[in-house]
């Protein structure tokens, strides 16, 4: 996103390219490019299961979910586009995190700030070289930029979030693969301008913060193309929070801001120029192909507040400190959903290092020396029921979650579907056990949101379940005594708001209720 605008840009369809001959056949056009497709467009209505989310409610960034740029600027930033010093974890200076980034009341503030002595930032400029090649600039702003430790692929993609406002902010929300260039900028926010009466470009204040650039990137042969269509004006997205959602498959893009479409690009368009879904797409008839449109799959996801330079520099109107202010980010997989999944052994869970990997079912089953493996994840989502059978092992440094969610294997689900399953990190208190939904377990649990009292009620007596509270980071902060009652009132009073997840064990029959509690 930053460093590609300091590249000169080349635009749709102007170029013969080479492209997979195992997927398209290739025709020359003036025109463009053309490809002919060996095979229908095939459609995916599954199931969009959320598979990764930070809600921003504790007091320090998740370093288990982010990392921090290694250098205080983007690899390749032309300082005469963007000139900030980014806090980071290894150059010199090394800016301390709390300088810029700060999660309280629920969010996340990547905070822009003009420093009263500006900063001599050093970093690597080519990796290439032997020894590597160092530049050194000055920089009057610090600010931040964080990227996600796991790279994602087609699926939804989701933030709220409120903008910073003032001359030379740069905010943005977006996916980047290091493959050549493959780039989705969910949105970005800079200056705008307007044309005056002699038809001199003119800055334009009353535009700021109401104007998202929705826009791809790809490197197609030589040539970084480019899409990014102008948008009218919008609300004053500094004045509240709102939702940004991108929706991405093997075959379109779309852009929502609060739930409305505001962009739609496809990979494939008629030879008119018409869009193409999935369903529209025939084996063997000549289309044009997007060259903007990102090919590779895994991406990182990456929130930053840049700062302008040059003309586009802040000014004296410029607010410092300001944050861009994040309340949560989402993504959300789609994945197939049979009534009952079964593993035998690990070559049936097809888990990808590095990326999140989900398996759904009504019910879903791990049999025996299954084993996740350092620095691999796998998530289990169903709506009956998880069997974890003895001989399943979790390695030291490996991400292992379970959730019930009752809305999953119903059909066709809406792209904008309201429910957040319950989710929880199996560990040693429930492993090997299944997992069950409230009306089937046979317990109660209310008030939910609560302020001071969580209530529990089961069929039988207390003394046959373990009762456990846990906050977001794995830690039990009640746990229950033997009681001869089916009632038990646990005291919250003295938490923090935010939200806690409750396990509840049948010590007899082994299975587990969850659920995720919220506290006002």
């Known amino acids: 996103m930053k460093s590609l605008k300091n590249l000169k840009y080349s635009f749709l369809l102007l170029s013969l390219i080479t492209i997979n001959k195992n997927i398209y056949s290739q025709l020359c056009s003036d025109n463009g490019v053309k490809v002919v497709l060996n095979a229908d467009g095939v459609c995916n209505y599954d199931y969009y299961a959320l598979v990764f989310e930070d809600n921003f409610n504790g007091t320090s960034l998740d370093m288990s979910n982010w990392k921090l740029p290694y250098q205080g600027v983007d690899l390749g930033t032309n300082l005469s586009v963007a000139n900030m010093w980014y806090a980071n974890t290894g150059n010199t200076p090394s800016i301390p995190m709390a300088n810029n980034i700060e999660v309280s009341n629920g969010t996340l503030k990547l905070i822009a700030r003009k420093e009263s002595t500006p900063i001599n930032g050093k970093w690597v400029s080519d990796f290439s070289t032997t020894p590597w090649t160092y530049q050194t600039a000055s920089f009057s702003y610090s600010s931040a930029e964080i990227l996600t430790k796991n790279t994602f692929g087609y699926g939804k993609y989701e933030m709220r979030c409120k903008l910073p406002k003032g001359k030379g902010f740069w905010p943005a929300f977006w996916t980047f693969g290091t493959t050549g260039w493959n780039e989705i900028d969910i949105f970005e926010f800079w200056n705008e301008y307007k044309v005056d009466l002699l038809l001199n470009k003119v800055y334009d ?15 197609y042969g030589e040539e970084i193309n480019l899409s990014c269509p102008s948008k009218s004006d919008e609300s004053d997205f500094s004045e509240s929070f709102h939702v940004f959602t991108m929706i991405w498959d093997n075959y379109k893009i779309e852009w929502y801001i609060d739930g409305n479409l505001k962009r739609r690009s496809t990979k494939f368009y008629t030879i008119l120029g018409q869009q193409l879904d999935c369903g529209s797409i025939q084996g063997y008839q000549p289309y044009l192909k997007d060259k903007a449109y990102p090919m590779e799959e895994f991406q990182t996801i990456i929130m930053d507040l840049a700062i302008s330079a040059g003309a586009d520099s802040p000014d004296a109107t410029t607010p410092f400190p300001s944050a861009l202010e994040i309340d949560y980010v989402r993504y959300y997989k789609q994945v197939s959903c049979s009534s009952v999944f079964e593993a035998t052994d690990n070559s049936q869970l097809n888990i990808v290092d590095g990326n999140f990997n989900v398996i759904a079912g009504t019910t879903v089953i791990l049999e025996s020396n299954i084993n996740i493996a350092y620095n691999q994840q796998l998530e289990l989502t169903a709506r009956d029921a998880i069997w974890i059978n003895p001989g399943f092992t979790t390695n030291l440094g490996s991400n292992f979650l379970a959730q019930i969610d009752p809305a999953i294997c119903a059909g066709k689900s809406a792209s ?16 090997n056990n299944s ?16 302020k001071d009292i969580l209530i ?16 977001l980071h794995g830690s039990i902060l009640y ?20 939200t806690y997840i409750l396990q509840i064990i049948n010590t007899q029959t082994k299975t587990v209720y969850v659920n995720k509690i919220i506290k006002e």
């Open 205 to 219: 204040p009353s535009k700021l913060s109401r104007i998202p650039n929705l826009c791809t990137h790809h490197t």
């Open 435 to 450: 997992l069950s939904t409230e009306e089937n377990f046979g317990v109660k649990v209310y008030p939910n949101p609560t």
């Open 456 to 471: 529990v009620e089961t069929q039988s007596i207390l003394e046959n379940y373990q009762v456990n509270l846990i906050d």
């Open 479 to 498: 746990n229950s005594k033997k009681i001869s009652t089916n009632r038990e009132e646990i005291d919250v009073k003295n938490l923090a708001a935010g």
């Open 416 to 431: 904008f579907a309201e429910t957040t399953p319950d989710v929880i990190a199996l560990d040693s208190l429930n492993k």
